[in-house]
């Protein structure tokens, strides 16, 4: 048992627990991946998806490192590849030296640079009538995350050596797998995306930190453009059948809790987060700061992810007051909110969009901000949010 995990059992025993008191698994306090995707969402023969990963280590400051390690898919669709092996997924450390891979593995990259390029004879064992052309097969990819950061151009014996404290336990790791469909299917996927975030039944401002008190519960929905649910052709056991795909939503946050971790877009349930403060084991965290993610998984593989950040409020900062709001004489220039106590202010609104890169001045008396480079020409008006959960009012402004 984990130091942490023992200490919580031993408070449980002294105070009383309930199961809500302990860890959820939408709670990202350790090394997690969260979710990994490519684009585009699957391949054709010949060509090339870019892959990222969502890998976070609330734990630490430094970076986190992940390899990509592919193998060759199997044409046939019979698993029969490299990554199949237990033996090479359940020990990392034989992939250490990314110059001599065991056979059927090829390193597909660092960090964001990883790529994936599905061969463009794989089919050709096949007869062109095949229906196995269309239904396809895999690619797949193992990756391993390090909670270290590793430079591109590092040596073999450092990378020898890291993987020598991975082996010994004494560097935190993930191995975690990951499919790519490859095949000549028409029907292309695409990854969905959230198109917007609802809270309480309202859409919520762009780019604005979610306001929360502590221990409030508010209701969340994630939602993305029609154009993600798309229509498709599913091949089931009594024939093809006409489909469209659902999404469904993973939640996950460094702090506070939700009732309701897996919900699907456009359906009846919605999630509740918790925010921090409502359980002695769930405190409000340092800075008052967090971190909301949803994972959008669509029925045929694609995946996307998002990040929200939030804020919990605290009533006993001094209530700021606006003045005036002075319209940016062009693109480049600032929006500047006048006023007092304005170190108190959170995010300030345009046109539905949260400025980017806001601050307050010293005395609090000016705050400034830069408009996004997609909020359209007019008059746009403006909210100001604070960290007391207050929102105000203030005089629109003329964006050119």
Known sequence: MRAGSLALALACALWGCTPEDFPTESLVD??????????PADLAPGETARLSAL????????????????????????????????????????????QALPPGLRFAGLNASASYTAPRGLFDVLASDDPRRVLGTVGTLVTISVAEEVSPAAPMAELAALFGRVQRREVASLVSLFRVRISEDPERNTNPRVSRLVVDGADWPTGARLMVRPGQ?????????DAAFEPFTAVTPSGSEARTER???????????FSETRTAMREEVKTTFSAPGKKAFDPVPERRAGTLWTVLRDTRGGLSWSEFPFFVCDEALPAPEVTAVRAPAGRDDPVVVEGRQLDSVLDVIVGGVALTRGRADASGARWSGSLPADVPPGEKAVVVHTRRCERLEAPSVTVR
């Open 217 to 225: 519960d508010v209701v969340l929905d994630a939602d993305a453009a």
């Open 247 to 257: 999404i469904l939503v993973s939640w996950y946050s460094t702090a506070g809790r």
């Open 30 to 39: 350790r090394l997690r991946m969260l979710g990994i995707t490519s684009s």
């Open 55 to 98: 890998v976070l280590d609330p734990t630490r400051a430094g970076a986190t490192t992940t390899f990509w390690i592919a193998c060759d898919p199997d044409p046939f669709n019979e698993n029969r590849s490299a990554c199949t092996d237990p033996s090479v997924v359940n020990d990392p450390s034989r992939l250490g030296d990314v």
